[in-house]
């Protein structure tokens, strides 16, 4: 068993910054894909980045160059840095951890808000 603490939510002016952060309750990323995920008002969750266990990133094209996302091993913790925010980043965003082995177990956070408004 896996679980996540999303923190790093809130509430930021266009152009504004935020890091999310995705603590897991123990050393997983050697055998876990980590991604974040966000679900905006009235639309479908929507997949925006990702880390395999080997360190390759990948990212939605609405948000390449704005997002980067990260891992410290040692804290056991994923982060996204969202910069220069726009209004249509608000959403509630969900850490996730795919394992990549057998039995290819799938943990979710419980969510963090990000509101981006003036």
């Known amino acids: 068993q896996v679980q996540l603490v999303e923190s790093g939510g809130g509430l930021v002016q266009p152009g504004g910054s935020l890091r999310l952060a995705c603590a897991a309750s123990?050393?997983?990323?050697?055998?876990?894909?980590m991604g974040w995920y966000r679900r905006a008002p009235g639309k479908q969750r929507e997949l925006v980045a990702t880390?395999?266990?080997?360190?390759?990133?990948d990212y939605a094209s609405s948000v390449k160059g704005r997002f980067t996302i990260s891992r410290d091993n040692a804290k056991n913790t994923v982060y996204q840095q969202m910069n220069s925010l726009k209004p249509e980043d608000t959403a509630v965003y969900y850490c996730n951890a795919a394992q990549v082995v057998f039995p290819r177990s799938t943990y979710w956070g419980q969510g963090t808000q990000v509101t981006v408004s003036s």
């Open positions: 123990r050393n997983i990323f050697s055998i876990y894909t």
């Open positions: 880390i395999t266990s080997g360190g390759s990133t």
